[in-house]
């Protein structure tokens, strides 16, 4: 079986589920990445599948519409040449720029959602009426939560099409882990956006300091609220307590999380309505034997099981949030007992082999089915 896998881009520095599912699959896999845009324009080391002076050329005679037609019939052409069984795309709206495509090749199309493309107000109303067409004529379609399946149904997937897939964690890359013996050291991995709220985590972080003063934060990632938080760790005195590690190279992220005593993220539904899926981080750190203190964000309480795996909060509760990092600095006996529990769930049911072969498994099925 040939499956073609598309993203967005070939950035997958917070997207490593796109990463394995392009060099994990154990199949023949054609990877094909856009420039930004949803529509694919090259593989990811490889031919181009238009040529950019010839599309250039077009543009100056064609009308904008003519050139998308002659984009997607040259997709077409790539996949019948390449002699693609089945596609899979990387969020909804990649799904939506390669349909036609598709169908002109005759090849089924899988639209993985990944988190925004399903729930945030602006790209459903975007979308809507080609998420419409979407659900309608796509083979299939795979949510990493249950959570968001019970999204695309909501906007009108049928549930036989839908398929739960968890994401999963390469194990053997995250081990080592010990925070019973590890300091009162919390660590936030994420980049700063509004959904993973790090503001909040400061601002829960900071109450628990004026119980266990010798407790510390290290943030990993960038993001638009960067800055936003170091201004507020500026503003409350956190400079000794705080470390802003920026974007870190995934290795270090594993030496970060090894010698820490939790996990934290403060996820939640934004105003715009953006959400997690599920967070793969909350994975790597498990298979680590790093409990979690999270909240209880769509599909991460799939993943965190409260008072087992790790803690959880309600969104936007500061307080809950604050008193279990205070309980999990004050008690490392509890956090190696949430942490032991923690590793026994992720390795046994969240190892990358395990949705890889689920992952792989959906595919060829639908392929069979054509």
């Known amino acids: 079986m040939k499956i073609c896998v598309v993203a967005p881009s070939d950035n997958v520095y917070s997207e490593t589920f796109i990463h394995a599912h392009m060099h994990g699959l154990s199949a ?5 990445v856009g420039d930004g845009s949803y529509f694919p324009v090259r593989e990811l080391q490889g031919e181009t599948i238009y040529p950019r002076n010839r599309l250039s050329s077009l543009s100056r005679r064609l009308s904008n519409r003519s050139v998308k037609q002659a ?7 790539f996949l019948i040449r390449r ?3 089945v596609v899979l795309a990387e969020y909804g709206p990649t799904a939506c720029a390669i349909l036609e495509s598709c169908q002109m090749a005759n090849v089924p199309l899988v639209a993985h959602f990944h988190g925004f493309d399903a729930f945030q107000y602006s790209t459903v109303e975007e979308y809507k009426e080609r998420y419409h067409t979407l659900f309608d004529q796509a083979a299939g379609f795979i949510a990493a939560s249950q959570s ?9 997937a049928k549930s036989d099409r839908v398929f739960v897939n968890h994401y999963g964690v390469n194990v053997s890359k995250f ?3 010990r925070p019973g013996a590890s300091p009162p050291h919390f660590v936030a991995v994420g980049r700063f956006v509004d959904k993973k709220a ?11 300091i004026h119980q266990i003063p010798e407790a510390h934060l290290s943030m990993v990632g960038d993001g638009p609220l960067l800055e936003a938080c170091r201004q507020i760790v500026i503003a409350l005195k956190l400079e000794k307590h705080v470390s802003l590690r920026g974007a870190c190279a995934s290795d270090e992220v594993a030496q970060i999380l090894r010698n820490a005593r939790a996990l934290v993220q403060h996820s939640l539904r934004t105003g715009h309505g953006d959400s997690e899926s599920l967070g793969v981080v909350f994975l790597e750190a498990g298979a680590m034997g790093i409990p979690s203190i999270a909240t209880r964000h769509d599909g991460i309480p799939e ?3 409260d008072g087992q795996t790790g803690l959880l909060a309600e969104e936007g509760d500061i307080e809950q949030y604050a008193k279990h990092m205070t309980a999990l600095a004050a008690d490392p006996a509890l956090a190696q007992r949430l942490g032991d529990a923690a590793y026994q769930r992720i390795t046994t049911q969240f190892a990358e082999e395990k949705s890889l072969t689920e992952l792989h498994r959906i595919l060829k099925r639908i392929a069979q089915k054509g």
């Open 198 to 208: 790090p503001h909040l985590t400061l601002l829960a972080f900071h109450q628990v």
């Open 303 to 305: 993943v965190v099981l």
């Open 175 to 177: 081990q080592g882990g």
């Open 71 to 77: 984009e997607a019939e040259a997709l077409g052409k």
């Open 83 to 85: 002699q693609v069984d």
């Open 28 to 32: 023949d896999t054609v990877n094909l």
């Open 148 to 156: 968001m399946a019970d999204q695309l149904g909501f906007l009108g």
